[in-house]
């Protein structure tokens, strides 16, 4: 067993001092071992090589007896631990990984997470957190600043994903509307508005929540994948005039698959147009799940003018933020720090309040008279446990969120969100010359694109397959998405699964749904590393014909 401390066995596991600790030691062991498997680190996924188990069922059975004496070098155990498990995973800050949405963890972020850790601090209150709680409270500062809410007004809370913030909206909003829900329950007359384009955690929460999907109102999307807010009124009319009480309404600031923005302030002005017509003893709750386009808040005109003088995403970035700005006019909304621009380690969410008033209301038990002896609050000046869904909450999340804004600045921030976008509409505009490619969300502002690739000898017709109603162009798409599955599915198992270079993206079996009825699927590819950039897009693009052309011959052989 190790030494630390002059202590052996199981006790050199937990210095006392943090003079002589293993915890560097082991954590040097951990990423040498790492190094090992990828000695550049530039692939986008973590090579198999050196993993002692080829399957899953043998990686469990080997982890899954447990021994009855400890391990004798707890250095060999950590080494032998990151090859096995952590071969395949994904590597973020990789110029070639467009998988999906995750983030490029800054290191001082990291940092401040794997000392929290270590100190295993619990973000309670300021008894067993210490002056980690005023870092919560930064945040919030932070981000009541970059909307021009007034800081000693606003008031947020760390906690476990997005989905966690879309909790927070929605109870807030129930209690709002029914504040007998505390002792009674949900009532049956509930209701909550979310949008087309909702992420699934919506229904997920809501569902967690006790509010059935019968109970959740929808709101159509535009051509632009914008909320209907002609829409949205009669539907919440249709409610009211029912009897239903409207909980909360949760609009779009920053969706999965275009990064849309709905009109923030518009839904505002709409609630509270209804809330005085119908003289509700209530206002339901304006949710906004920004939990990716909160960071067009950084925006400035340094990170505009270090775009290409030749580069489009100009306009996109100045109209993206000039809607983002109009969270002010919400009442909560969310932010994923571990997500895009976030670049903090996975989980990082935070629910922002405009006014502290509104989190007050998810006082435990509904009032300050909860009985919450076990964790002594009377001797805490801080605790922002009265308000959270969690008891126990990790404080490296708020460490790691301060030590990003920090550590990045405004300009930072703005600079890699700002290269993102660049890089993203390059690449739409760059693919879309390309013969038997399409791009399905050319109107997005963000940096994220949907691509559709045909069939050979058919020419891309992407509009028409989305918004024409008529049968053939059903079975149009219908042919179209059986092609896109099976091109994905050779290259996943010829390249990209086996470790053959090149761009890794992701295939949605479902980015919208068609005219038609039918759903549309695409190829998603999702720049969130702030090291890429135009090259390696242009890259991707080449490569993706190159495969396309390729597999077309394969295609053309089995349709014989």
Same mark, same amino acid.
């Given at each position: 067993?190790?030494?630390?401390?002059?202590?052996?066995?199981?006790?050199?596991?937990?210095?006392?001092?943090?003079?002589?600790?293993?915890?560097?030691?082991?954590?040097?062991?951990?990423?040498?071992?790492? $190094?090992?498997?990828?000695?550049?680190?530039?692939?986008?996924?973590?090579?198999? !090589?050196?993993?002692?188990?080829?399957?899953?069922?043998?990686?469990?059975?080997?982890?899954?007896?447990?021994?009855?004496?400890?391990? @004798?070098?707890?250095?060999?155990?950590?080494?032998?631990?990151?090859?096995?498990?952590?071969?395949?995973? @994904?590597?973020?800050?990789?110029?070639?990984?467009?998988?999906?949405?995750?983030?490029?963890?800054?290191?001082? /972020?990291?940092?401040?997470?794997?000392?929290?850790?270590?100190?295993?601090?619990?973000?309670?209150?300021?008894?067993?957190?210490?002056?980690?709680?005023?870092?919560?409270?930064?945040?919030?500062?932070?981000?009541?600043?970059? !909307?021009?809410?007034?800081?000693?007004?606003?008031?947020?809370?760390? $906690?476990?994903?997005?989905?966690?913030?879309? =909790?927070?909206?929605?109870?807030?909003?129930?209690?709002?509307? =029914?504040?007998?829900?505390?002792?009674?329950?949900?009532?049956?007359?509930?209701?909550?508005?979310?949008?087309?384009?909702?992420?699934?955690?919506?229904?997920?929460?809501?569902?967690?929540?006790?509010?059935? =999907?019968?109970?959740?109102?929808?709101?159509?999307?535009?051509?632009?994948?914008?909320?209907?807010?002609?829409?949205?009124?009669?539907?919440?009319?249709?409610?009211?005039?029912?009897?239903?009480?409207?909980?909360?309404?949760?609009?779009?600031?920053?969706?999965?698959?275009?990064?849309?923005?709905?009109?923030?302030?518009?839904?505002?002005?709409?609630?509270?147009?209804?809330?005085?017509?119908?003289?509700?003893?209530?206002?339901?709750?304006?949710? @906004?799940?920004?939990?990716?386009?909160?960071?067009?808040?950084?925006?400035?005109?340094?990170?505009?003018?270090?775009?290409?003088?030749?580069?489009?995403?100009?306009?996109?970035?100045?109209?993206?933020?000039?809607?983002?700005?109009?969270?002010?006019?919400?009442?909560?909304?969310?932010?994923?720090?571990?997500?895009?621009?976030?670049?903090?380690?996975?989980?990082?969410?935070?629910?922002?309040?405009?006014?502290?008033?509104?989190?007050?209301?998810?006082?435990?038990?509904?009032?300050?008279?909860?009985?919450?002896?076990?964790?002594?609050?009377?001797?805490?000046?801080?605790?922002?446990?009265?308000?959270?869904?969690?008891?126990?909450?990790?404080?490296?999340?708020?460490?790691?969120?301060?030590?990003?804004?920090?550590?990045?600045?405004?300009?930072?921030?703005?600079?890699?969100?700002?290269?993102?976008?660049?890089?993203?509409?390059?690449?739409?505009?760059?693919?879309?010359?390309?013969?038997?490619? /399409?791009?399905?969300?050319?109107? /997005?502002?963000?940096?994220?694109?949907?691509?559709?690739?045909?069939?050979?000898?058919?020419?891309?017709?992407?509009?028409?397959?989305?918004?024409?109603?008529?049968?053939?162009?059903?079975?149009? @798409?219908?042919?179209?998405?059986?092609?896109?599955?099976?091109?994905?599915?050779?290259?996943?198992?010829?390249?990209?699964? =086996?470790?053959?270079?090149?761009?890794?993206?992701?295939?949605?079996?479902?980015?919208?749904? !068609?005219?038609?009825?039918?759903?549309?699927?695409?190829?998603?590819?999702?720049?969130?590393?702030?090291?890429?950039?135009?090259?390696?897009?242009?890259?991707?693009?080449?490569?993706?014909?190159?495969?396309?052309?390729?597999?077309?011959?394969?295609?053309?052989?089995?349709?014989?």
């Amino acid at each position: 067993m190790d030494v630390a401390n002059g202590q052996t066995g199981p006790r050199a596991l937990f210095p006392l001092s943090h003079r002589g600790s293993p915890f560097l030691d082991l954590c040097k062991t951990a990423f040498e071992s790492l $190094t090992e498997l990828m000695p550049e680190g530039d692939a986008a996924r973590v090579p198999s !090589t050196g993993a002692r188990y080829q399957t899953y069922g043998e990686l469990v059975a080997a982890y899954g007896e447990l021994p009855n004496n400890p391990v @004798v070098s707890p250095g060999d155990l950590i080494g032998g631990m990151t090859r096995d498990f952590l071969a395949g995973a @994904v590597n973020w800050r990789s110029p070639e990984l467009q998988y999906n949405l995750g983030a490029a963890v800054n290191v001082a /972020a990291s940092a401040m997470y794997a000392v929290a850790l270590d100190t295993n601090v619990y973000l309670i209150n300021d008894g067993l957190a210490g002056n980690v709680v005023a870092a919560e409270g930064a945040v919030s500062h932070v981000l009541a600043r970059l !909307t021009d809410v007034p800081a000693s007004q606003a008031y947020g809370l760390f $906690t476990f994903g997005g989905t966690g913030t879309m =909790a927070y909206g929605i109870k807030a909003g129930l209690r709002k509307c =029914a504040p007998e829900s505390v002792r009674s329950g949900t009532p049956g007359d509930v209701r909550v508005v979310i949008t087309e384009d909702a992420h699934f955690s919506h229904v997920a929460a809501a569902d967690w929540l006790g509010i059935g =999907a019968d109970q959740l109102v929808v709101i159509p999307a535009d051509e632009q994948r914008r909320s209907d807010l002609r829409v949205a009124e009669a539907l919440v009319r249709d409610e009211l005039e029912a009897g239903h009480r409207v909980a909360t309404i949760i609009i779009n600031g920053g969706t999965t698959y275009d990064h849309v923005v709905d009109d923030i302030a518009a839904f505002a002005e709409l609630r509270d147009r209804l809330t005085a017509e119908y003289k509700l003893r209530y206002r339901p709750h304006l949710h @906004v799940d920004s939990v990716v386009g909160w960071a067009w808040l950084m925006l400035n005109d340094s990170a505009l003018s270090s775009l290409e003088p030749s580069s489009s995403a100009a306009d996109a970035l100045r109209e993206q933020y000039r809607r983002v700005r109009a969270l002010r006019s919400a009442d909560s909304w969310g932010v994923d720090f571990h997500k895009g621009v976030g670049v903090c380690p996975i989980d990082c969410s935070f629910i922002q309040f405009n006014d502290k008033s509104d989190c007050v209301r998810l006082r435990k038990g509904g009032s300050s008279s909860a009985d919450l002896h076990q964790l002594a609050q009377d001797f805490s000046v801080v605790s922002p446990v009265d308000y959270t869904l969690e008891t126990s909450r990790a404080g490296g999340k708020a460490l790691a969120a301060v030590a990003s804004l920090h550590s990045l600045g405004r300009n930072g921030y703005a600079t890699i969100l700002a290269r993102l976008v660049d890089a993203a509409i390059y690449f739409r505009e760059s693919l879309g010359s390309r013969n038997g490619m /399409a791009v399905l969300n050319p109107h /997005a502002l963000g940096y994220q694109s949907m691509v559709r690739l045909y069939p050979p000898e058919r020419a891309p017709e992407a509009h028409r397959e989305i918004h024409d109603a008529a049968p053939s162009t059903a079975r149009m @798409v219908k042919e179209g998405n059986a092609y896109l599955k099976a091109f994905f599915a050779w290259d996943n198992e010829t390249r990209m699964n =086996a470790n053959g270079g090149g761009v890794v993206y992701s295939f949605s079996s479902r980015y919208v749904t !068609t005219a038609s009825g039918e759903p549309i699927s695409g190829l998603k590819f999702y720049p969130t590393t702030p090291l890429i950039g135009r090259e390696h897009m242009k890259e991707a693009i080449d490569l993706l014909a190159e495969r396309k052309a390729a597999f077309d011959e394969i295609w053309r052989a089995g349709t014989r």
